[in-house]
C-alpha cells in the first residue's frame, strides 16, 4: 500500500509538470512550451470536405483547425467557427 502511494504521488507531481519541447527549463505559465529557431508549429489541417464533416455537436469550445480550401486558420468559440487569420482590407 506505501509503494502504491508513493507512485501516485509521483505521477501526480509529473502529470502537473510543464512539458517543454526544444527546451529543457520550460516556462512555468506554459502547459507546454515549444523552442525552436528554425522550425514553426503545424497544427491540424483539412479541406472544405473534411471541415464539413466534423460534428459540430461534439467540438469542443477553443478547437482550433487550418482550412486548406480556404486558406483560413479557424477557431470554435463554443457557438460558431471563427476566422482566426488576418484579413486585409482591399
Do not use: H
Request: aromatic letters at 10%; glycine letters at 8%; one cysteine or more.
Amino acid at each position: 500500500m506505501k509503494i502504491f502511494l508513493i507512485v501516485a504521488i509521483l505521477c501526480s507531481s509529473f502529470f502537473a509538470a510543464q512539458v517543454g519541447i526544444g527546451t529543457t527549463n520550460p516556462d512555468p505559465k506554459a502547459l507546454l512550451d515549444l523552442t525552436s529557431t528554425q522550425k514553426g508549429l503545424l497544427l491540424p489541417r483539412m479541406d472544405d470536405t473534411q471541415f464539413a464533416a466534423l460534428n459540430v455537436g461534439s467540438v469542443p469550445e477553443g478547437l482550433v483547425v487550418y482550412n486548406t480550401t480556404t486558406k483560413k486558420f479557424l477557431g470554435w468559440d463554443g457557438t460558431s467557427w471563427q476566422n482566426l487569420g488576418y484579413e486585409e482590407d482591399n
